[in-house]
């Protein structure tokens, strides 16, 4: 059997640009002046957003990487998933998706190709859109992703930027996919049951943002994945200009993943998210920088609420599967901070 994350030298969001060299690639990006864009790249946003001055708003996004699992059906659908959760997290309803196939056809064949789309089309079915075209290229590397476009009504859109002093923090899938990753690609993974526990997290839809952007109470949000939750939840902070309170014991993590914990298993996209984001976090101890740091490939929702909305968000999280132990709080401050306790 083809193994996909052989043929790759890194996976899934863990493959990322580092952020100190992605902001470097910025440095001169010049967005200028769209009276109908509303959110561009300023703040690191999931997706782009386009006013159609209707009432409603057009979510555009991008989101492609290498293998990040052998099986390449899986490869499709967890890729779909992580790309279609960019509108999810804007509040917004995916509308269509396109493909983006880099193959490297002489080495792994059209065949296998053809299994990653059925993936990715499975997933585009059970969120109800079509996977409606895309592009392709002979690439050295296999990489696969969407682009994939949706609306949302104006009153309902959640940036990462909107969040207030005294919001509480949600996250609604576990951390510690990186590391199980890392564990895979490296021939290390100890546990089959941790694995596919992985496996299903990632493959879990977050459709539920479409519900949580009609709370009112609900200030901001996105999804964590290549820079980890500490990556993520800084550029809250920093959009919002407050700080953050993270409790470590009510994180939640992956059952089973201290093995891999205690044996120091974790990506190099760890270490680059840390070096990143360090100066803006309390002193970690080397558990909580691998799961604080550990890219997420398809992760979950890191939500921002007011206290009043508790119970609301709750509720659907609930329903959904997720976890509804708040995380943290977030707080005024002179400079974005994480802390953690």
């Given amino acids: 059997m083809v193994k996909l994350t052989e043929f790759a030298r890194g996976g899934g969001c863990g493959c990322k640009v580092a952020p100190a060299e992605l902001q470097k690639m910025l440095a001169g990006l010049r967005q200028g002046e769209h009276g109908a864009l509303l959110v561009g790249n300023s703040h690191n946003d999931d997706a782009a957003v386009w006013n159609l001055g209707n009432g409603q708003l057009l979510l555009s996004t991008t989101d492609f990487f290498l293998p990040v699992v052998d099986d390449p059906f899986d490869f499709g659908r967890i890729a779909a998933v992580n790309a279609l959760s960019d509108i999810y997290a804007m509040g917004g309803k995916p509308a269509f998706a396109l493909a983006i196939l880099g193959w490297p056809v002489e080495k792994l ?168 984001y360090n100066q803006n976090m309390s002193e970690l101890s080397a558990e909580a920088l691998m799961l604080l740091c550990d890219p997420q490939t398809s992760g979950g929702l890191l939500i921002a609420a007011a206290p009043e909305a508790a119970s609301a968000v709750e509720e659907i999280l609930r329903a959904d599967g997720g976890s509804i132990i708040p995380i943290g709080t977030l707080l005024s401050g002179k400079e974005p901070f994480i802390f953690v306790e």
């Fill in 109 to 276: 064949g059209a065949e296998l190709a053809s299994v990653v789309l059925r993936g990715a089309s499975q997933v585009c079915a059970e969120a109800g859109i079509p996977l409606a075209g895309g592009h392709t290229i002979d690439a050295t590397e296999p990489f696969f992703g969407l682009a994939v476009n949706g609306f949302c009504e104006v009153k309902h859109l959640k940036t990462n930027s909107g969040a207030q002093s005294g919001d509480i923090l949600y996250l609604s899938k576990p951390l510690g996919v990186g590391m199980v990753n890392a564990a895979l690609k490296r021939g290390s993974m100890p546990d089959a049951e941790l694995f596919a526990r992985a496996l299903e997290s990632m493959l879990k839809l977050n459709r539920i943002g479409e519900a949580l952007g009609r709370v009112e109470g609900v200030h901001a949000m996105t999804d964590v994945t290549g820079f980890g939750l500490a990556g993520h939840l800084f550029e809250i902070c920093k959009g919002s200009s407050l700080q953050a309170n993270l409790k470590w014991a009510m994180i939640p993590r992956l059952e089973g993943l201290e093995v891999l914990m205690n044996s120091y298993v974790f990506p190099d996209m760890t270490t680059r998210n840390f070096n990143a």
